[in-house]
């Protein structure tokens, strides 16, 4: 533990509240407890090296992970961890095809997924995340097709990683992404995954479009952007049998990203499902059907359509 920051120390003095001023000791005690915690959290690393303690360190971290500051440095810095947190990855993937993952399994390595979540939100570490390639290690749980409960947390636990790489609005993490096969991935939990994995997967590909880069890497095919817009239409046929009023948002929110390019707009015109032109939705987005598309002249722009739709969106709680 000798080369971390010396706020991690476990040896900062405490001091000593004096008993006759209650204000006093409150604000005395707040660095106490600080220190404590962190106590617990670096014993709690230390045990994550030892095979027989790990099970009940993951566990214990991954439920406390936001009651430790700077957990995710201590992680990072903490001598062997990261490597125990990858050996309970690798060490699940035989038992992905022929599918044979028990709930023990999925719980455990979605607890080592947990801290990894971690360690890519934090601003300290998610470049160091990021250049070490961990994500590539989550890639197999999102390639698996199963829809038992067991699979569908740990694609769930595993997309989470990639939406807290995702949610800083970042070119570098959205260039590394795409060098990558996410948007295949994504693209196959949004046909068939969970309402909420559909969810978390349209949300990566919403944060992708936003960033210049991606929206000029999914525009610059007509086969990448009918990838994507096959995916988005099957989407909305689909809630149209079950509504999402959440899901929705980000397929439309997607719609109007590529409605930013030109070429993708003029192919929209064409391509858009027909169940966003009528009132087929009308009642999820809380709207009279006259706003609803149809009835807006097609002579505005799809930009501004989408703009219009957004709007009415941001009503939904």
């Given at each position: 533990m000798a080369n971390l920051p010396q706020s991690l120390s476990m040896n900062a003095p405490f001091g000593v509240p004096s008993a006759s001023n209650p204000a006093s000791a409150a604000v005395a005690g707040a660095p106490a407890n600080k220190d404590r915690k962190m106590a617990s959290a670096e014993h709690l690393v230390l045990d994550l090296s030892s095979p027989d303690l790990r099970e009940n360190a993951l566990l214990e971290l991954s439920k406390k992970r936001e009651l430790f500051q700077d957990l995710a440095p201590l992680l990072w810095n903490s001598f062997g961890t990261i490597a125990a947190l990858l050996q309970e990855i690798v060490s699940i993937y035989p038992v992905l095809s022929p599918p044979n993952l028990s709930p023990a399994q999925s719980n455990r390595v979605c607890n080592a997924l947990a801290l990894l979540q971690c360690v890519a939100s934090h601003p300290d570490t998610r470049m160091l995340f990021l250049n070490a390639h961990i994500p590539l290690y989550l890639y197999p749980f999102l390639n698996t097709t199963s829809k038992s409960r067991p699979f569908e947390y740990l694609r769930l636990t595993s997309l989470g990683v990639i939406g807290a790489l995702?949610?800083?609005?970042?070119?570098?993490?959205?260039?590394?992404?795409?060098?990558?096969?996410?948007?295949?991935?994504?693209?196959?939990?949004?046909?068939?995954?969970?309402e909420l994995s559909k969810t978390v997967a349209t949300f990566i590909v919403q944060k992708i479009l936003l960033d210049d880069v991606g929206l000029d890497y999914i525009c610059t095919t007509a086969e990448r952007f009918f990838a994507v817009g096959r995916v988005l239409g099957n989407m909305v046929a689909a809630l149209a049998e079950q509504p999402s009023s959440r899901l929705l948002k980000h397929i439309i929110r997607c719609y109007l990203r590529l409605s930013d390019n030109p070429r993708a707009c003029d192919a929209l015109r064409s391509c858009l499902p027909d169940m966003l032109r009528d009132a087929t939705f009308s009642s999820c987005l809380r709207v009279s059907t006259a706003c609803v598309i149809v009835h807006i002249p097609f002579s505005i722009t799809l930009g501004v359509i989408w703009r219009m739709v957004i709007f009415s969106l941001s009503i939904i709680r």
């Open positions: 995702v949610k800083v609005d970042d070119t570098e993490v959205i260039s590394f992404l795409l060098s990558t096969e996410i948007i295949p991935l994504c693209l196959r939990t949004m046909e068939m995954g969970s």
